[in-house]
């Protein structure tokens, strides 16, 4: 097939290296934008005297026929073409006539790519936002549910505080939250239309970018043409939200496999969402969070691949530029889909509440609320952090928690100690004396899923 540029060429491109070279298999993906974006620069060129009324009405109807097509599966776009826009003037151009060689007056197809990529992003941008708002909800329902169930608090993966879990649900609520604000500003970043920029440097047609970005619900046309059609960076930048989202959803997963463990217990996964062994009967395992985790390593390599293509590209555009779709692409879909599994792995959790709440109580997690108890009745901290250090290797040496003790135990530390210390220490009086904002408080927490719900409406 003849290449729509192959006037100035006396040769045709050897057979293996233009199957190697054409993008098709992968940027047909983005046909619905291209026509999109064709039929509203084939209005605008009309709007402006450049092509006549004649043609626009051949070139939309022509296009809105193969939009149609390609949508119902009726048409598909052979990878005998270079690309999907050559592959969509070619067959309109068959249809239409000399009407469909206009189509492409004062335009490149730099530009053209990098407009289709960016409506398609924005519309990706949007799901993922969408995706995440379910996520949201579901760990702020659950979180609901689970005000007053105690869990233990970690850090170093040992036992730290007592916690709610409806608290720690909240932690990642907050997570999720941040990712979305990031890929909302990216959305912002990416809503800017590179059409009408030429290969670089403009066009000598009196074009109306304006009229086509508003066609296209662009918030403006890129006020440069050379930047337009040379950067990815609204690509690494969204793939790089992408990354924070499985990185969090990652660490979420890690959780969840720890404590369906035999050794914590506190969760188990419904068998929708886990897989059993060829070889052990009795194995249940969740293979929906190991997945979810391994996948973000993928997403990573994604981001690297990107900045990597771009990181040595002098301007404007080059064709290494071509590599942008499939990181892209591959991240969006791994992201979006880990997101609704795991939303939907999640919402089929079974809590195990007896099992956190034994674990709590075995972790002597009430040390520091008796050292502050130690603080509040004029013992300097320091002194107190060390009485209640040596207060817990007596009680492990006598196999006993921390309230299991006696007041004479205690006091053997310190005559500080009265019975009322019995109700500071008790677990879930420990996290309801957390008098700060944010706290794991219950008062605290329910101010908490009221903000959250609050904005997710």
Known sequence: MSKLWSGRFEKEIGGFADKW??????DKALYKEDICGSIAHARMLANQGIISEGDVQLIVSGLGEILAELNDGTLELSDEYEDVHMAVESILTERIGSAGKRLHTARSRNDQVATDTRLWLKEEILTDIALLRDLRKALVKTAKEHVGTVMPGYTHLQHAQPLSFAFHLLAYQQM??????????????TDSMPLGA??????????????TAGELEFA???PNAMDAVSDRDFIIEYIAACSMVMMHLSRFCEEIILWSSSEFGFVEASDEYSTGSSIMPQKKNPDMAELIRGKTGRVYGDLMSILTVMKGLPLAYNKDMQEDK???????????????????MFETLKINADAMALAAKQGYMNATDAADYLAHKGVPFREAHEIVGKLVLYAIKKG????????KDL????????PDVFDAIDLKACMDAKLSSGSTSRESVLAQIAAAETELG
Do not use: M, N
């Not at 070279?21 to 992968?26: G, L, M, N, R, Y």
């Open 198 to 211: 030429g290969a670089l440097a403009g066009t000598t047609y009196d074009t109306d970018r304006g009229y």
């Open 21 to 26: 070279a054409a993008s098709i298999s992968f």
């Open 411 to 418: 006091q053997k530390h310190s005559d500080k100690f009265e």
């Open 400 to 407: 006993k928690a921390l309230d299991d003790l006696t007041i």
């Open 326 to 344: 499939i990181p892209l692409f591959d991240a969006a879909e791994t992201v979006s889909g880990s997101v609704a599994v795991f939303t939907a």
């Open 220 to 222: 403006a046309p890129a």
């Open 176 to 189: 999720f939250a941040r990712d979305a604000d990031r890929l909302w500003d990216c959305y912002k970043r």
